[in-house]
């Protein structure tokens, strides 16, 4: 999934066409005061909450998808797997948020003009790396972006540098504020973050680059992400995957994803195909549906690995609010059947996604911006 108009969002902000001190060199030398108005500025780059990919507090939601402690078995492995996915993503991604929040709430904040844009900087001395945010009014409409869009990047350097050309760009997006839940911040747009140069700056081993296009409004949150060779540490291996997520409030939600991942084994007593360890890491394309009671199915297929070279088979599941997996079938031809004495109603579809929709081929900085409500 790609941009629908580069043109219409700033080369200033898109980190793939500015060498970082182009932008930030313009606006250090654009005088300003202390700017006590700027909180439309700030209000448009996304919280960590508007792009997460939990249940937030729903809490009979979160109990469907949250492993018991103890749950044993291999049925319980792939749904926790699940969790560690998405907890995986959701921490990459709040190291960047962490950052941001620290900028504006600690940082301090000027006017400038760039590129004939209204602009606003946020400058921040972390512990390792000096940090600017700039955010800047776009002057048209963007695509995908109802209501006043803004173009922001984030950027450091070596804590005591002085070369605009160390800057690193380490975030960077386009978005508006929109109306949340209980008259929370909400927010549209699409961001992107490259986590090489936020390592490169605070010391720790994340790799890769994750785009994000997102709606956080009233009734509910979406996402559509990119990963690119992302690794959470120097062990793990790089990958490159497209998720969705969806939530809808007081209703439920949807998750499908691309895994590489080590949940089907063979038999010790008839070799047939069933879930488990033995070594052997597979491919999954997987759905995941939950509904607002607490219940949740999940359908995905496992191919290669111990399923065999070219092979896949089909795995369905379903889980109770308590934790437990009530059902579970593998199909190595055709599709697993679900079991509605065993299996709650969920309001979303829950079908193996195919490849072209799990799989990643674009720019981390050009994501669809989900449709609003």
């Known amino acids: 999934?790609?941009?629908?108009?580069?043109?219409?969002?700033?080369?200033?902000?898109?980190?793939?066409?500015?060498?970082?001190?182009?932008?930030?060199?313009?606006?250090?030398?654009?005088?300003?005061?202390?700017?006590?108005?700027?909180?439309?500025?700030?209000?448009?780059?996304?919280?960590?909450?508007?792009?997460?990919?939990?249940?937030?507090?729903?809490?009979?939601?979160?109990?469907?998808?949250?492993?018991?402690?103890?749950?044993?078995?291999?049925?319980?492995?792939?749904?926790?797997?699940?969790?560690?996915?998405?907890?995986?993503?959701?921490?990459?991604?709040?190291?960047?948020h962490d950052v941001i929040e620290r900028i504006k709430d600690e940082g301090e904040v000027t006017s400038a003009t760039v590129d004939g844009k209204e602009c606003r900087a946020w400058d921040w001395d972390g512990p390792r790396a000096a940090y600017r945010l700039l955010v800047c009014r776009e002057s048209g409409q963007v695509e995908g972006i109802r209501g006043q869009a803004f173009g922001w990047l984030i950027a450091g350097r070596p804590l005591g540098s002085t070369d605009d050309d160390a800057f690193k760009a380490v975030a960077a997006g386009v978005g508006a504020r929109a109306e949340g839940a209980g008259g929370a911040r909400g927010g549209i747009g699409r961001v992107g973050y490259d986590f090489d140069n936020l390592s490169s700056l605070n010391g720790e081993e994340y790799r890769g680059k994750i785009g994000i296009g997102y709606f956080s409004g009233k009734k509910g949150r979406k996402a559509i992400l990119g990963l690119k060779e992302v690794k959470k540490d120097a062990s793990s291996d790089a990958f490159t995957a497209l998720y969705t997520f969806e939530r809808v409030f007081g209703k439920g939600g949807?998750?499908?994803?691309?895994?590489?991942?080590?949940?089907?084994?063979?038999?010790?007593?008839?070799?047939?195909?069933?879930?488990?360890?033995?070594?052997?890491?597979?491919?999954?394309?997987?759905?995941?549906?939950?509904?607002?009671?607490?219940?949740?199915?999940?359908?995905?297929?496992?191919?290669?690995?111990?399923?065999?070279?070219?092979?896949?088979?089909?795995?369905?599941?379903?889980?109770?609010?308590?934790?437990?997996?009530?059902?579970?079938?593998?199909?190595?031809?055709?599709?697993a059947s679900w079991e509605p004495s065993s299996c709650g109603a969920v309001d979303f579809e829950v079908a193996v996604p195919g490849e072209g929709e799990v799989e990643f081929g674009g720019a981390t900085d050009g994501m669809e911006i989900p449709s609003g409500e």
């Open 254 to 335: 949807r998750f499908t994803f691309l895994t590489h991942h080590d949940f089907m084994a063979r038999s010790s007593t008839d070799q047939s195909l069933e879930l488990g360890e033995d070594s052997v890491k597979e491919f999954g394309r997987a759905a995941l549906a939950w509904n607002a009671q607490g219940k949740a199915r999940t359908a995905f297929a496992a191919c290669g690995g111990t399923v065999g070279q070219g092979e896949c088979v089909q795995v369905r599941q379903c889980w109770d609010r308590a934790g437990d997996v009530t059902y579970g079938e593998i199909a190595a031809a055709g599709d």
């Open 1 to 96: 999934m790609g941009i629908q108009n580069e043109t219409t969002i700033t080369n200033v902000m898109m980190w793939a066409l500015i060498g970082g001190a182009v932008a930030l060199g313009a606006c250090g030398g654009a005088e300003g005061e202390q700017d006590e108005d700027a909180q439309e500025f700030a209000d448009a780059v996304p919280s960590a909450a508007m792009v997460d990919l939990s249940e937030g507090d729903d809490a009979t939601a979160s109990s469907a998808l949250t492993a018991r402690q103890g749950l044993g078995g291999p049925e319980g492995r792939f749904k926790a797997h699940v969790e560690q996915v998405r907890g995986d993503l959701n921490g990459l991604v709040a190291r960047t």
